[in-house]
């Protein structure tokens, strides 16, 4: 990892490193702080830590920064707030919302600090590492290992640790786009080389052994978009090369997930059901391809009878229940928003999406190819993720959008 204290360090400068550290220790202990070896407690006691040394340092400072991503996500949780007047859900301090005020408080917090490119490789290599990590400490306590529920199904990894698989499949897909950008941008010897691309093996393991099929295509395209801004000494693109790259690497993955049994189990078989939906075929599909469709049909259905105020924040798991019985979100970021919130709350969350590949695109020899290409290839990443999940509630996703903003107010002189 970079090292983010330097020898001439001012007072401000190590106040500040000390607050990034313990943001990272907090990044970390949500991986590894699972009550398998490490109690689930040690996160919580990060998470104090780190809004406590914040708020000191906020006061110390007399001075609160506001970040572009704070004002983005405290309007959207304003609004989201609002909505909740005329919506079956009430809960602020449980359920969705909770986890936006969590969100808001953490990038609120982290918005403190000066950021500069050594801090921000720091919590990026903190978030490549954190994941192969947890994974190495399921494999040694025996918890890699497929085991089968009631039904006789194998049970997807991330169910018995987190309730859901999915949540787990999003922390470690996280941290194979952040190992990614290192690999690709970052000025790394062949030992951290050899790190990065070990941390994207170990993550694909486990995103194969977790069932989700979105999570393991979001890094492919991922990797592409970074590939296509990537230049030559001479500023020069490959677009042919980075498409090869690509598509072996797609290919590899798909050879893996329907050749090896296990991962076959897990995610080749619900692969194929996919493709056997797509093309039609709803005997072959698995039931739960064919609800999802349905409720993105009756979510946007519905919405048109309220198409700017929307029936209110995570509303839609109610009228779900009615529709189809089941009392969950849609599974479709576009559809929630729009049903939830309606246009302004649509607007009110997407907006950051729009802002963010404008000024990508626009500024182009004043923020470094490594920044621009970071920022679209996340925005891309998550339109296409957002189709298939719910992300407005990630603290991770979040996050990443903070870290996006920061790297393209370096101007391309510092960040190269």
């Not at 391809?289 to 109610?318: A, C, N, Q, T």
């Not at 969350?349 to 590949?357: D, E, M, R, T, V």
């Not at 959008?401 to 393209?408: D, G, L, S, T, W």
Request: with cysteine.
């Amino acid at each position: 990892m970079p090292n983010i204290a330097g020898s001439g360090a001012s007072k401000k400068g190590i106040m500040d490193n000390v607050g990034i550290w313990i943001f990272c220790i907090y990044v970390l202990s949500s991986y590894i702080a699972n009550d398998v070896i490490v109690p689930s407690a040690l996160n919580t006691l990060a998470l104090y830590a780190f809004l406590a040394y914040s708020a000191v340092y906020t006061v110390t400072k007399w001075r609160v920064r506001i970040s572009q991503t704070t004002v983005w996500f405290g309007v959207f949780l304003l609004v989201s707030l609002g909505t909740m007047l005329y919506s079956p859900e009430k809960q602020i301090l449980g359920g969705s919302f909770y986890l936006l005020i969590v969100a808001f408080i953490l990038v609120t917090c982290l918005s403190q600090y000066q950021i500069n490119r050594r801090r921000i490789e720091t919590i990026l290599w903190t978030y490549a590492m954190a994941s192969p990590v947890m994974l190495l400490i399921l494999s040694a306590t025996g918890n890699l290992i497929i085991k089968t529920g009631d039904a006789e199904e194998a049970l997807r990894l991330g169910e018995e640790l987190l309730g859901n698989a999915n949540i787990l499949a999003l922390m470690i897909m996280l941290s194979v786009l952040y190992a990614l950008w290192l690999l690709i941008y970052s000025k790394n010897g062949w030992i951290k080389k050899i790190l990065l691309m070990a941390s994207v093996a170990v993550n694909y393991y486990g995103m194969f052994l977790s069932g989700g099929r979105k999570y393991i295509i979001v890094p492919i395209l991922f990797l592409y978009v970074l590939l296509l801004f990537k230049q030559d000494k001479k500023g020069r693109t490959h677009l042919l090369r980075s498409t090869a790259i690509v598509v072996i690497a797609a290919v590899g993955v798909y050879l893996l997930i329907m050749n090896v049994p296990t991962f076959y189990e897990m995610i080749g078989s619900r692969m194929e059901s996919l493709f056997s939906f797509l093309e039609g075929d709803d005997k072959s599909a698995l039931g739960s391809d064919k609800v999802r469709s349905e409720m993105i049909r009756i979510g946007l259905e519905k919405w048109k009878s309220s198409p700017l105020w929307g029936y209110g924040f995570d509303s839609f798991k109610y009228f779900n229940r009615e529709a189809t019985g089941h009392f969950y979100y849609s599974h479709n970021n576009f559809v929630e928003m729009l049903y939830n919130g309606g246009v302004i709350g649509f607007i009110a969350y997407y907006w950051i999406y729009a802002k963010g590949l404008i000024s990508a695109l626009r500024s182009r020899g004043k923020a470094s190819q490594g920044a621009r290409a970071f920022i679209i290839a996340m925005v891309l990443s998550m339109l296409f993720y957002e189709y298939g999940a719910i992300n407005y509630t990630s603290t991770g996703t979040i996050i990443m959008f903070y870290i996006a903003e920061q790297m393209m107010q370096i101007n391309a002189e510092n960040a190269n």
